[in-house]
């Protein structure tokens, strides 16, 4: 009996810890997971926010220091055209475009960055179409604007990769299966199209700038800022398609719905303390980390560390530019403003920062380019640097700027037949320079021009946006497809390239377009068939 009894005991005592265990068990199954998932993070206004907020983020990613990925993308973005050289003949695929090819690195890394924005955007854009998500906003009308804005940026990307690669694939929904990225890729206007298409949404979309709270909002989107992106877009068309004048039309008309930007002093769009001014169209919100700003991780890293800021001691001699070198200006655009012109000294000059590192100060010329370094947004007492590595800035890349936009405008004028129109705009510009002295006085230089032409407005925008990332070069080849220049008769020495021209191997039309990358020829079956940019298979 005791041992029967026992067996019996011991069984009921089994049980019970199985049962212990299963109980156990479902109340660890009712344990939430570690990462929220996509179906209840949505859950606030705040939290979509944060989600249009992470296709701003995508930027960061571009113009960061990213000591880890070679520098980032400033070199892809600088070196091809004549404004900007490097300190020794070693970057030769961008500046020489020798060897330049689909396994390059720095155009490997454009294109993901570009898409990675894109497929952000993507994301966010079904989101905003989803009613549980729409249910949880509590400010009228934020839905619609956080829709311009997603639209805004998906647009900028697209205009980006048109430009650079043309015939990248047309992604303009979420990937939700491998068979949804392998997409053939586009053809003629097709993606630029695309972005046009977005833009034109995006403005009626967009509120004024006045709709963003200055203290916690600065620096979104606007309308105006869809109109500019719009007369980038509709002139660079123009240029592809023979310098149409329909597509200058646009331009123009694009251009006109702006009417709250103005020229500011020229070195202010470049000064930390000057960020997000009047003639700013879209910038970079560079700023840091929550816990620390690590130039050597992107900012999908996670943890509040990861890098947040700009890049710009490509520049300068700080120990942070070990991986880019340095870059400087050409001799070409050395000699091309007028004697007294104030831009000069806030593009060049002849003595240089970072004096053990602080770039408040002035130092000696250098022995590098002529004495010469480049000073946009490292100019003393206009820049600011983190302070434990020093590295990355939270000064604004201005991405778009009124200037810009009045120089396209001028171009669209005179193409269209209304000079005068064009004669206003350029010497807009020209007057805001004489006004952009440092002591308040104005300068007599450059004087406002009696007559325009297109090589006037031409020369205008190499003196007013020189070492702007990602301006000269996509000039330069648009000009020659419509016939305002013509590439295959420059020399080493007309693109700025200051070493021995035997170096020199650039090629029409193979380099009028950066090559597709590896990657995607090896993955994409489409892209394989249709074949890489021309010059490169």
Not at 77 to 89: E, F, N, S
Not at 162 to 169: E, L
Not at 432 to 442: F, L, N, P, Q, Y
Request: proline share 3%; charged share 20%; net charge negative.
């Amino acid at each position: 009996m005791m041992t029967r009894y026992k067996h019996y005991n011991l069984t009921l005592i089994v049980a019970a810890l199985l049962l212990l265990l299963l109980n156990s068990c479902a109340n660890q199954l009712d344990i939430k997971p570690t990462a929220e998932l996509e179906s209840e993070y949505f859950e606030s206004e705040l939290r979509v926010q944060e989600g249009v907020g992470a296709c701003y983020a995508g930027f960061y990613n571009l113009y960061g220091p990213l000591l880890n990925d070679g520098g980032g993308s400033h070199q892809i973005l600088l070196l091809p055209g004549d404004d900007i050289t490097h300190q020794d003949a070693g970057r030769g695929a961008m500046e020489a475009f020798a060897g330049l090819n689909s396994a390059n690195g720095e155009v490997n890394m454009l294109w993901t960055r570009l898409y990675q924005i894109i497929y952000r955007c993507n994301f966010m854009l079904e989101k905003l179409e989803e009613e549980p998500v729409k249910a949880v906003y509590r400010t009228s009308g934020l839905n619609e604007v956080n829709r311009g804005e997603v639209l805004f940026l998906r647009a900028w990307a697209f205009h980006r990769l048109w430009d650079f690669f043309r015939k990248a694939p047309l992604q303009d929904t979420r990937i939700r299966t491998i068979a949804d990225a392998i997409l053939p890729p586009t053809q003629e206007f097709e993606m630029l199209d695309k972005a046009i298409e977005d833009l034109e949404l995006a403005a009626t979309l967009l509120p004024d700038a006045s709709y963003w709270k200055t203290e916690t909002e600065r620096g979104r989107v606007f309308n105006e800022s869809a109109y500019g992106l719009l007369v980038k877009c509709y002139t660079l068309r123009a240029r592809y398609n023979k310098a149409n004048a329909g597509d200058y039309q646009k331009a123009i008309a694009a251009f006109e719905k702006i009417t709250t930007r103005q020229l500011v002093h020229f070195a202010e769009n470049f000064d930390y303390k000057h960020e997000n001014n009047a003639e700013s169209l879209f910038e970079l919100q560079a700023s840091h980390a929550t816990d620390q700003d690590n130039a050597w991780l992107d900012n999908n890293f996670g943890g509040g560390a990861g890098q947040m800021g700009a890049m710009y001691h490509y520049s300068t001699s700080h120990w942070g530019n070990y991986v880019s070198g340095i870059y400087g200006p050409t001799k070409k655009l050395m000699n091309a403003y007028d004697n007294g012109d104030p831009r000069k000294e806030y593009t060049f000059a002849n003595f240089t920062t970072n004096v053990s590192g602080n770039t408040e100060v002035k130092a000696p010329a250098w022995d590098k380019f002529d004495g010469y370094q480049l000073m946009k947004y490292v100019y003393p007492g206009r820049c600011w640097f983190e302070k434990i590595w020093g590295i990355s800035s939270t000064n604004n890349t201005r991405l778009i700027r009124y200037a810009d936009i009045k120089l396209l405008a001028a171009e669209a004028y005179l193409q269209t037949g209304n000079a005068a129109a064009a004669l206003v705009q350029v010497n807009d510009i020209r007057a805001r320079a004489r006004r952009s002295t440092e002591d308040g006085k104005v300068s007599t230089a450059p004087a406002n021009r009696t007559a325009i032409t297109m090589q006037n407005i031409m020369n205008e925008r190499f003196v007013e946006l020189a070492a702007e990332e990602g301006i000269r070069w996509t000039d330069l080849r648009s000009w020659h497809a419509a016939s305002f220049i013509d590439l295959s008769t420059w020399t080493a020495r007309d693109f700025g390239y200051n070493y021995d021209e035997a170096n020199f191997e650039f090629q029409l039309p193979r380099h009028l377009l950066f090559p597709i990358p590896q990657r995607e020829m090896n993955t994409n079956p489409l892209m394989v068939a249709a074949g890489n940019n021309p010059g490169y298979e």
